[in-house]
């Protein structure tokens, strides 16, 4: 498996435009930002609901993919070819991702006031205390043979 991966990693290098990398490097930028709510922040806080952070997340991909696929560069025609854009309300220009993000929070805030208001269910943790301390000899570890190769 892991040979067909680096085979077609191969050639997705050899053979895709150039030009085409910089569009990935804008649109890693936007999705990657995107996970900071539901993450960082979900891993930190229980405050936010998990359907509002699904939610906020979807949006904000969303957004941030089809802002920036907007973006057309005057010299060459092509998509992807400004990362800024103009914000929606307030008429300056601003990073995309940026502005994804702040779409994203928003809908996760709103939608846990919401989703709080309506009491859907927050669904059941799992975790208990015990699940945040183990070392090594602990009978619950098991080695992972692939891993330590």
Same mark, same amino acid.
């Given at each position: 498996?892991?040979?067909?991966?680096? *085979?077609? %990693? @191969?050639?997705?290098?050899?053979?895709?435009?150039?030009?085409? %990398?910089?569009?990935?490097? @804008?649109? +890693? +930028?936007?999705? $990657?930002?995107?996970?900071?709510?539901? $993450?960082? $922040?979900?891993?930190?806080?229980?405050?936010?609901?998990?359907?509002? @952070?699904?939610?906020?997340?979807?949006?904000?991909? &969303?957004?941030?993919?089809?802002?920036?696929?907007?973006?057309?560069? !005057?010299? &060459?025609? *092509?998509?992807?070819?400004?990362?800024?854009?103009?914000? !929606?309300?307030?008429?300056?220009?601003?990073?995309?991702?940026?502005?994804?993000?702040?779409?994203?929070? %928003?809908?996760?805030?709103?939608?846990?006031?919401?989703?709080?208001?309506?009491?859907?269910?927050?669904?059941? =943790?799992?975790?208990?205390? =015990? =699940?945040?301390?183990?070392?090594?000899? =602990? !009978?619950? $570890?098991?080695?992972?043979?692939?891993?330590?190769?």
């Amino acid at each position: 498996m892991s040979l067909v991966v680096k *085979l077609g %990693a @191969l050639l997705f290098v050899f053979f895709l435009d150039r030009t085409a %990398a910089i569009n990935f490097q @804008l649109l +890693g +930028g936007i999705w $990657i930002l995107q996970t900071f709510p539901a $993450i960082v $922040i979900g891993l930190y806080t229980r405050w936010f609901h998990r359907w509002a @952070l699904l939610l906020g997340w979807a949006v904000g991909m &969303t957004y941030g993919t089809t802002v920036a696929y907007q973006q057309v560069n !005057p010299l &060459t025609k *092509l998509h992807f070819g400004n990362p800024n854009a103009e914000i !929606p309300g307030l008429g300056e220009s601003g990073y995309i991702a940026l502005t994804a993000v702040v779409l994203n929070f %928003a809908i996760v805030i709103i939608g846990t006031i919401i989703m709080r208001a309506m009491k859907v269910s927050e669904g059941r =943790d799992a975790t208990s205390a =015990d =699940d945040y301390w183990a070392d090594e000899g =602990d !009978p619950r $570890i098991k080695p992972i043979p692939e891993l330590a190769k």
